[in-house]
C-alpha cells in the first residue's frame, strides 16, 4: 500500500468474524493464495451484497470484488522500524488522482450491485489497460 504500510512491513490484524466493514478501513484478506492488504473503498449493494471493493493507496483501479468470507480482518498497526503505530483511516492522493479513483469507483460500484462477475470482468480488463499504459511509459 505505498507509503501507508510499505511493502515488507510487518502487520497486526485483528483476527474476527465482522462483516460490517467500513470506507477507509485497511483489511487483510485472502482473495487467493496470498494475504493482501488494502482499503476498504466501498461496500456491495444489491446483488453484490457480501462483497467489499478494496484498493491499494497509490492504486486507481480497485481490486476485483472480495467475499467478505475471505476477509481475515482489519489491520490495526504497523510496525514502522521505531515500534508499533496505529493505522490511519484517511486514503491521501492529488486531485488528479483523486478524481480518477473515484471516477473507476463509481463505475465499479455501480456494477457491483447488478453482478459482481461483471464488476470483477471490468476491473481485470481496467488493470490490464493500467499495466500497458505504465508498460508504455518505461
Known sequence: M?????????IRIQINRRTDY???????FLPCRQVVVHRVVARGRGRGRG??????D?????DPPVDRTRVLGPVTEVDGGDGWIPVGRREPGTAL????????????????????EAAKLLVDGLRR???TTQARRR
Open 97 to 116: 488522482g483523486s478524481w480518477a479513483r473515484r471516477v473507476v469507483l463509481a463505475v465499479t460500484a455501480s456494477l457491483l450491485v447488478a453482478s459482481p
Open 22 to 28: 467500513r470506507p477507509g478501513e485497511i483489511l487483510a
Open 129 to 131: 489497460l493500467e499495466a
Open 2 to 10: 505505498g507509503s501507508t504500510l510499505p511493502n515488507g512491513s510487518r
Open 58 to 62: 497509490s492504486l486507481v483501479v480497485p
Open 51 to 56: 462483497h467489499l471493493l478494496t484498493r491499494g
